[in-house]
């Protein structure tokens, strides 16, 4: 295997690596200075646990004023350029993510609400699928030139309505969505594009959704937190896994969790494991009129006691 020497040289010697981190750092103590972070720290955790923007001055002159939020990125450029240029192998302490077209710098969080620099490479973007979530964004566009609609949801969840609205995405546009009926979908980029974004998510947000453009029909449905999301893929798990010693477990997540989405993934689990156990935990939810998954929960009842009529006992056992 050809090693570089540069890393050779940490392998053998760790004191560069700290060195490196030390820098680093050093950069972002230095960017936090000279952009006055500081200062709005406060407000950005105030927002984080809820607060409007318009009760937090400097945040929002950020994504509504011109120049606020091109001089925050424009330190952040000069520290840490220089700062990696010294140290071409030191890692910038921010959480980032690159998948080909778009890469992100996640570069403060707190509670709700986080702070990210996001650039788009140039090039046509075709989607066929629309996302919408339970959560208020802020776009402040400082680089880049492409086109984009922004696309508005109408209608029943499970059948919407689009009312596309075409934009000029430039240096200066300030843009806001309500993410749970707004999306922002960026069709073709000239030169590449660079955004400041601030998203606040709601206090219990609802499932995310996928909608196909063409039709408008529900493709998929997620759910809108990180914990109900990992609970939703331990239970697929468990029946990928096969263990049917978890199916009341499952069943008993599809009737008292507070989140959809969790819920309606335990249930599918539960009559994977359990067919006798979830068709019960499937009955109880489709004959409560007061449960959001009443109406859902009765067709695939439905359909499945179509298919077998033979369950229909098991609701009497």
Not at 125 to 141: E, G, I, N
């Amino acid at each position: 295997m050809r090693i570089h020497p540069a890393i050779a040289a940490l392998r053998s010697d760790r004191a560069p690596q700290r060195q490196a981190q030390a820098a680093m750092k050093a950069a972002l103590e230095n960017w936090c200075d000279h952009a006055g972070l500081a200062a709005m720290q406060a407000e950005f955790e105030l927002f984080g646990n809820g607060a409007a923007l318009e009760d937090c001055p400097a945040l929002e002159a950020m994504f509504t004023g011109q120049g606020q939020a091109e001089a925050l990125v424009g330190a952040l450029v000069s520290h840490f350029c220089a700062a990696i240029a010294a140290n071409p192998l030191g890692h910038p302490p921010f959480r980032n993510g690159y998948d080909g077209c778009a890469s992100t710098l996640l570069l403060a969080r707190s509670g709700r609400a986080q702070l990210m620099l996001q650039a788009r490479e140039p090039g046509q973007v075709k989607l066929t699928c629309a996302t919408f979530s339970d959560a208020l964004r802020y776009d402040a566009t400082l680089a880049g030139s492409a086109d984009a609609t922004i696309l508005r949801v109408h209608g029943p969840h499970e059948q919407v309505r689009f009312a596309p609205e075409a934009i000029a995405l430039r240096p200066g546009v300030r843009l806001s969505f309500d993410c749970n009926s707004e999306a922002l979908l960026t069709t073709a980029v000239e030169t590449r594009l660079v955004t400041l974004r601030l998203v606040q998510l709601a206090d219990t947000p609802q499932p995310g959704r996928e909608y196909c453009r063409q039709t408008g029909r529900l493709l998929h449905q997620s759910s809108g937190t990180l914990a109900a999301s990992r609970r939703e893929m331990m239970a697929a798990l468990l029946g990928r896994m096969e263990r049917t010693e978890a199916a009341p477990v499952l069943a008993g997540m599809a009737l008292t969790e507070n989140d959809q989405s969790l819920r309606w993934q335990a249930l599918r689990n539960c009559l994977t494991l359990d067919t006798a156990e979830g068709f019960r935990a499937l009955s109880a939810i489709a004959a409560d009129p007061a449960d959001d998954l009443s109406d859902t929960a009765s067709a695939l009842r439905t359909q499945m006691l179509e298919a077998h009529p033979q369950l229909s006992v098991l609701e009497s056992a």
